[in-house]
């Protein structure tokens, strides 16, 4: 099944009438030829003088102050550009957070910080004392690949991201029991970083490659009806795309899911949204709206990938 050029107007026109700047110029990088400097121009609004990101980047906590969640959201921005540049003024400001020790605790850039409760948010980004318990290295491993492909590597910051890279590797191949999709796109996010960073002596790869599959298998929802309704993890949240290692043992769900986005798809353009805020009505209505965006973002990339707009 292919999106007919009438679906794609119609999600291209509440795109431009509803998203954010930012979310306007990736649509436009992704599917008009945009600029990659637009993109970037918009990410840079996000960003505190700290270097960290802040201000709703990811759209559950309007927190303005700069947090990991955040920061990591914006590293996955430029991730999606194919920044490569290590002089890029974005990627040097993040660095420089990162290596700040600022809402770093005991190995790791901590999920939820104690000035999110002081904004509208959801509630799974409250502060809670046993934050890293929660989240476990979720953002940390992935702020860790950026570090070890962008930092030089004689720095502090460098050394102190390899010592973490080591144990939570560690971590997590031992564990067989965690699968939190969460997590493991920040540990797929990592073994690429540390791969285009040609780092092959933290971990032997066939074996990560080998966790990584069975655990990626293992976390996608296989209740296609659930789908609908309830937050389960897709093929889509690992981008598992004909040329990912991931497709071949998801191939029936990650073509599937082809026909369920394009079927699925409201009339005007948009996608239902599959959790909600407790408190804060007016501010989810917005941040509704942006996660729209942002998902309509990621199915349609998806489906660009298996050449089906």
């Known amino acids: 099944m292919k999106m007919s050029k009438k679906q794609f107007e119609v999600i291209r026109n509440w795109m431009y009438r509803n998203a954010r700047p930012l979310d306007i110029a990736r649509w436009k990088y992704h599917f008009e030829n945009g600029n990659k400097d637009d993109v970037l121009a918009a ?12 201000y709703a980047l990811e759209a559950d906590s309007w927190n303005p102050n700069s947090s990991p969640i955040q920061t990591w959201c914006a590293t996955e921005i430029l991730y999606e550009l194919g920044i ?25 850039w901590i999920a939820q910080i104690p000035t999110n409760d002081d904004y509208p948010h959801a509630e799974w980004w409250s502060y809670r004392e046993n934050v890293i318990d929660q989240w476990g290295y979720n953002p940390t491993i992935c702020l860790v690949g950026f570090i070890l492909y962008f930092a030089d590597k004689q720095s502090k910051l460098y050394q102190l991201a390899l010592e973490i890279a080591k144990k939570a590797t560690k971590a997590f191949l031992q564990d067989e029991t965690s699968e ?20 092959t002596d933290i971990f032997d790869a066939d074996e990560m490659i080998n966790c990584l599959r069975r655990k990626v298998k293992s976390s996608i929802g296989e209740d296609k009806e659930g789908w609908k309704d309830n937050y389960m993890c897709k093929p889509s949240q690992f981008m598992i795309t004909p040329d990912s290692i991931f497709y071949l043992d998801n191939k029936e769900l990650s073509d599937y899911e082809i026909d369920f986005i394009i079927e699925t798809m409201n009339s005007d353009g948009t996608w239902n949204i599959t959790w909600n805020w407790n408190d804060y009505p007016e501010q989810w209505a917005v941040s509704k709206n942006w996660w729209k965006a942002t998902q309509t973002l990621v199915n349609m990339r998806y489906l660009k990938n298996f050449q089906c707009l």
């Open 180 to 199: 939190d999709m969460h997590e493991i796109s920040c540990f797929i996010r990592y073994y690429q970083y540390c791969e285009k960073a040609g780092l």
């Open 43 to 54: 990410l840079s609004a996000y960003q505190n003088p700290n270097g960290g990101f802040g």
């Open 84 to 108: 490569t540049d290590k002089n890029n003024e974005i990627v040097r400001n993040i660095l420089s957070y990162l290596d700040s020790g600022k809402d770093f605790q005991d190995g790791h």
